[in-house]
């Protein structure tokens, strides 16, 4: 971004006119200690928020460019005297260069933005370290799980939360007004000793994605190293043919489809054993195991490690014809029709199967891609709760379903045939098959009007052993209600 462009205000003053209650609180003075890039993008949301800034550097006027023109830049001594609450904007080591300012630091909030550069990387967090060089300051650590681009683009393009923590229950309230007039969301994260946790957030790499990707990848290895054994070392041995060029497209593309395909069946597996375990124990108020409630939380990203396989997969699907040894393997086809003399080699189940195969796929697809879009925050929040579940709940198990049509056309009478037991080993889309189809039967199952009904009963809070009253639909669309126990 260009000076110019950093010294234009890229928010209006009008985000926050509609909340009366923390408009007054916009005209304060705001310091900000650093030049650096997050205090540049610091003091602009602050300007266009409504705040006067008022910008402590070593450099002022070197720096002075770099920062909107209604900021003020002046020497770190400067600005700390003019300013109740103060955004130390550097880095830890060099905390120690604010030692100077002390004696006028005294009795100001400090708020500490800064991160490690690895998680747990000292034994006390920064927070904690600038409250032991400062004991006269109130310390507030905040603003650090949000990005200079955030700070910049405005909450609407990023995080909104803002988390915060202090000792100083008047400083964390301050400081709180501030992030909601900037338009972010403050979150009370406790005490200071929570500083540590929030100074590892914007370093942990995926969280929520390290099991899903870890199943992904040992789904993989086991379909790859399966369909290795079909498709290439069988050959080999018994054939005495090198299909080592099989590899990476064919091997691959076998391969995707099928991690795609179980990874769609433990999104709704685990909802089919929560329901299960309701059904068996009477309640819905027993905690479920660690492991299936960890399942459950990791549903979203195992569905969109399903979308990415099977997009792969249509990619690879497209890229077949293009290759060398498929032209080379056609033309030989053609060859040896010629030599032989057959000019109709029309079969009209396999044109069928295909055209079936295929349409089936391109419908899986687009229902996985709608799946995946509306598991985006930004999509997710304009919808209400029915909309979302109805997306994600019934059209994904639509989606699991012509997955399963997809699939067994594909396989057709295939699996009544001797030869496509390799080693004695299944075709691998039979494999693929078990897991979704209890899943598909599971769902017809709980669908059926005597579990369906008791299975309603128990998540409206009925029971089992105990009289509770409820209220339910009857077929008419009126809601009926009564009691029950275990003896109804």
Request: glycine share 6%; proline share 4%.
């Amino acid at each position: 971004m260009s000076r110019g462009d950093m010294a234009k205000p890229l928010l209006g003053h009008g985000s926050t006119e509609g909340d009366r209650s923390i408009t007054p609180a916009a005209g304060r003075t705001i310091g900000v200690l650093g030049s650096g890039d997050f205090a540049r993008s610091l003091a602009i949301r602050l300007v266009c928020s409504g705040f006067k800034v008022v910008v402590g550097s070593r450099n002022p006027k070197r720096k002075a460019s770099l920062f909107p023109s209604a900021a003020e830049v002046t020497f770190q001594a400067e600005a700390v005297k003019k300013t109740d609450v103060i955004f130390v904007a550097v880095f830890r080591e060099h905390y120690s260069t604010l030692c100077d300012l002390a004696d006028v630091l005294a009795g100001k909030i400090l708020v500490d933005v800064s991160n490690n550069t690895e998680i747990n990387y000292h034994k006390e967090s920064n927070a904690e370290y600038l409250a032991s060089l400062f004991p006269a300051c109130t310390v507030v650590k905040g603003f650090n799980v949000v990005s200079a681009w955030t700070l910049q683009s405005g909450a609407r393009d990023g995080n909104k939360q803002v988390l915060i923590c202090s000792n100083n229950q008047e400083a964390k309230r301050t400081v709180a007004e501030i992030a909601q007039i900037m338009g972010f969301t403050p979150v009370d994260m406790g005490c200071m000793s929570s500083a540590c946790e929030i100074e590892n957030i914007p370093l942990r790499l995926l969280p929520a994605w390290k099991i899903p990707i870890f199943l992904a990848l040992g789904l993989f290895l086991c379909f790859f190293t399966y369909n290795l054994i079909r498709q290439v070392i069988h050959p080999f041995i018994k054939e005495q043919k090198n299909k080592l060029y099989k590899i990476p497209i064919e091997v691959v593309n076998t391969t995707l489809p099928c991690v795609s395909y179980v990874m769609l069946s433990l999104v709704y597996l685990p909802g089919v054993l929560a329901a299960c375990s309701q059904l068996y124990y009477g309640t819905k108020y027993r905690r479920f195991p660690d492991w299936l409630d960890q399942w459950l939380q990791h549903r979203k990203q195992i569905g969109l490690l399903s979308f990415f396989c099977a997009a792969l997969h249509a990619v690879y699907s497209l890229c077949l014809p293009m290759r060398r040894s498929h032209r080379y393997l056609l033309i030989e086809t053609a060859v040896k029709q010629a030599v032989e003399k057959k000019m109709n080699i029309w079969v009209e189940e396999e044109v069928w199967r295909m055209e079936i195969y295929i349409s089936v796929g391109i419908i899986a697809l687009g229902l996985l891609s709608l799946l995946a879009i509306t598991s985006l925050p930004s999509i997710a929040n304009s919808l209400n709760w029915r909309e979302f579940s109805f997306v994600q709940s019934t059209l994904g198990f639509i989606a699991l379903v012509i997955s399963t049509l997809h699939t067994l056309t594909y396989g057709w009478s295939r699996a009544f045939d001797e030869n496509q037991y390799k080693f004695y080993l299944p075709p691998t889309y039979t494999l693929t098959l078990l897991v979704p189809c209890t899943v598909i039967i599971a769902k017809v199952i709980f669908s059926l009007p005597c579990i369906r009904h008791r299975l309603l009963r128990i998540r409206r809070g009925w029971e089992k052993g105990r009289y509770v009253k409820f209220v339910l639909p009857s077929a008419t669309g009126e809601y009926s209600s009564g009691e029950t126990s275990s003896n109804v």
